[in-house]
């Protein structure tokens, strides 16, 4: 620094402020730095420390207010007409130059000493300045110069132009050297905007800090009110959890570097396309917002100001194309068609997306580009629908190679990952300089985005209360937004003072507590149970990707409904959550910042306990999405093995009963075992089908009440039976049995209908019972054979004939929820004997009734309820699609239950079809129906998978020898009075 010398001026001392004047002088190729000088010095003269004493004063002749500095401003000769001050009138005159020296003067004006034309009217105003400070030793003089050369390209129609002022602004700092070698002036280079402003705010503040000296102390309170600075900044000047917008810009500090370095990234024609990545709470969005968008509005690139359009992937809805749509309606002021037309037109079409940015460009001539900003990039793959994506990403791939367009978004770095595993995205990122890796701010950052915000403001903080605050949030990940939040908190609190103290901070309970203290005193009072609502707002607000990584989530604001939207109301109060417009303009909800998610306590350890959960309900939502879109197609759904765990997870996490709030989610959450039963239902479910649908039941564990085990015995079903007058027919198919006594029956004349049967039939009053509703399963029988006092009890087979060689021999085709096959009388009659006691030991029969075999008129009265008429249980007329029969060509017994449709749940299944069912009767003697070790015939019913529609009907008897099986026999339970004893030994 040279030229600069502390001045004799007289100090005023009558309570007034010294008056401070700067000149400021630049040509138009530094419009950012001209601006980063006046935000300095307005900062600089808002300092507490200043009041009362130095006032500065701003003197320019280009007009302020301008996007674009003037290129020298007012010409010195309309300047001076005007009464401005000159250069030489100010204490301190400020230069700043790179690659142009300004327009040239008049060809009238006045020439330099040595009789030349002054080189531009920049050239004029260091040289006044210079006179001044020659003469009177004021202004001092500083002259910043930014290293480098311009390098435009041989086809850029303003070659001429820049070569001819490079060449002036060379001439004008030869200058600076003597012929001798030795420096004739002094020069502060820099190399960046923000290396020129962090130069000049410590040498301005050097400058005044030795003025400070020199002036008597003032007691502000002296001080009248209308010379006490107004703050440039009249708001909060902490964003609290929120991103900074591009109208903050003026409170947003400490990444100036970051700001530098993606400004010469944009400053390069071949970078069309940028993701900025860095942790969350690192300032992503921020940077971009407040810091490189106010720049490029500014014209640094390209000598005319970035138009842009702001925009996040998920913020209505999961189509992507919809926010993209809304942004283009808004700025454009689209009338004529909806931003669903706009979406549709987007997609199916990429002329349209050039169409609308175009005219975005030409909306404002001056626009030198437009850039897409596209913020929480990571929603596209939390938010959005798979359907979308590839259509979006190709789109989006166009539009960055068009002239004038170009992308910046912003991505979580645990999100970086899965984006380079989409070959678009992973070409976009990959293109010239296409990343921006962006670290967490250090502390000397954080210092700065702590104190200079404030000082913008007219804050005052108390001494150690910035310290205090770095020391107790660190500088990891999230540590400034927490800070924020903290400040942001403590401001409300002391809006009339202005004045933040390390008390009131401490009342927040520090850095760490601040949200989890706002949390819970913006709910305390709420008449609400916090314990059972709060989750539910969880639920929908917080989810988590494959990677286990933690993010917020929209949701649509209709979806709360009760107590939930009076929590979210209280908390958009409180600044946790915000909220947006999501599709067709309805209002949407999301935390303020993923900071909310850890700094909660209740909050955090909820998502603790329910990480996997939380993984699969975001898993869910995306499936559905697309289960919906594929026209609910089955294939799509998830199995049962899938979905059970699901299922569980999401109970444990008490997210279940809220997830199938919605329809479409409780559809397709519907267990694979309801939609199997379902699907059995339907008469129009073939045979082939049923026999496979008994099969996936028994593979993902049958759970239908009657089929399987309950305490490793089996669990019966039973349907009650009241009892009433039956007809019996006294005949077995083609056999004359003669006339039997049945007590309490009586003969009846009976009309032959079928050849080579008996005509008589006998009414029976049959007793009330209970009849298993299936056929024993083979688990069921399985238990029989396992239990060490089962079959190998010899208890159970007292009075009968045990058949020990047939104990390995039964037929088992493979699933347990198929009926035991091949079972001889006397293994079905202790198999009865054996499940009485097992289930008196538990107390699930009564003393007074036991479990056997069912009677031939107890069987037909359940399958017809006493009506004659019933020649099958479902009516008079054979339907080869209700049971498993010669018809159904398969050819082997199947699981039992698979024939339910058009059943009610009083009616026992399987009557009929399948396999013929044991009875307890004898076949010549229905009467006899005691337990005997004879081989009598005992009697059959209801036909197998090999019969006729004859051998099924309800009114045929049939028999089979006791021990020997010679067809697919197997059995059903009755539970009756105790008529006869169990067996001794049992």
Sequence with gaps: MALDENSNDSIIADGNPHQFRIFLASPGDVPLERKLAREAITHINSERRLRGRIDIEIIAWSQPGAAVAMEAGLTPQEAISQGLPKPEDCDLAVIILWSRIGTQLPADFELKEDGSPYLSGTEWEYLNALKGYRTKRKPSVWVYRKNGAPNPGFDDPNFATIVEQWDKVKKFFAAFTNPDGSLAGGINPYETPDDFRQQFEHHLRDRLDKLLETLPATNVSQTAVKNITVPRWAASPYSGLEAFTPEQAPIYFGRGREIDQMLQQFADPKVRFVAVVGVSGSGKSSLIKAGLLPRLRTGIIGNAPWNDLIFKPG???????????????????????????????????????????????????????LLLVIDQFEELFTQCSANYRDDFLALLEHLVTLPRIRAIVTLRADFYARAIQDPTLANLLRQERGTFPLDPPGLGAILEMIIRPAETAGVELQEGLAQQLLDDAGSGPGAMALIAFTLNQLYQSAKSSLYLSIDAYKTFGGVKHAIQTRAEDALKGLPIDLNIVLPKLFANLVGINDQGVVTRRHAPQSLLKGDINTIADTLIEARLLVTGKGEDHQPMLEFAHETVLSGWERLRLWIGYRTEALRALTQIEAEVHDWKKSGRHDRLRWKHERLDHTRDLLTKADLLSQMEEDADVADFLTPETELLLKELREPHTGHTRRAEIGHRLDNIGDSRPGIGLRNLIPDIEWVEFLGGQLELNNFRWGIDVGHGGIPGSDWVDFPGQLPGVNKFRRVIKVQPFKLSRYLVTWMQYKAFLDDPQGYDNAAWWSGIKKCSQMKDAHVYRGYNNYPVEGVTWPEAIAFCRWLTTRLRERNLLEENRIVQLPTEWEWQYAATEGDPKRIYPWGSEWDERRTNTAGSRLGHSISVGMYPHGETDSVPLDLVGNLWEWCQNKLNRPEWADLDATVDWRAVRGGGWDSDLVQTRTDIRNGDHPRLPDFPIGFRLCCVHDEVKLPVGA
């Design 315 to 369: 913020e209505r809805g999961d189509n992507l194309f919809l926010p993209l749509a809304f942004a283009l309606k808004t700025k454009l002021d689209i009338s004529v068609k909806t931003e669903n037309e706009i979406a549709r037109a987007l997609q199916s079409d990429a002329s349209s997306a050039k169409k609308y940015l175009t005219e975005l460009l030409l909306k404002n001539q001056q626009s030198a580009e």
